[in-house]
């Protein structure tokens, strides 16, 4: 198992959560980490990524409540959730993008009104 996720859970809309992916050493360093989301009905998209170098982006529906980190000590990508709503409920995927595509196995998060 190359991504290790986890942190999901259930909260209340307006409270906060962290998710955490574990990599390997090399995984994490040659890649471009991100987080991507999967609702029931709905296509895959992306949540955040940030590059090796540490640049970041966001979709426009999470700008200014989530934030995407690198922990390099830890070979770990956070994703901290602030002032979640409904509609961030969710599967939460890891994903390293590189000269492979790599993916973890989901973390559930769901958010109750």
């Known amino acids: 198992v190359q991504l290790v996720e986890s942190g999901g859970g259930l909260v209340q809309a307006g409270g906060s959560l962290r998710l955490s992916c574990a990599a390997s050493r090399s995984i994490f360093l040659s890649n471009t980490m991100g987080w991507y989301r999967q609702a029931p009905g709905k296509q895959r998209e992306l949540v955040a990524a940030?590059?090796?170098?540490?640049?970041?982006n966001y979709a426009d529906s999470v700008k200014g409540r989530f934030t995407i980190s690198r922990g390099d000590d830890k070979n770990t990508v956070y994703l901290q959730m602030n002032s979640l709503k409904p509609e961030d409920t969710a599967v939460y995927y890891c994903?390293?993008?590189?000269?492979?595509?790599?993916w973890g196995q989901g973390t559930q998060v769901t958010v109750s009104s």
């Open positions: 940030i590059t090796s170098g540490g640049r970041s």
């Open positions: 994903n390293a993008e590189g000269a492979f595509n790599y």
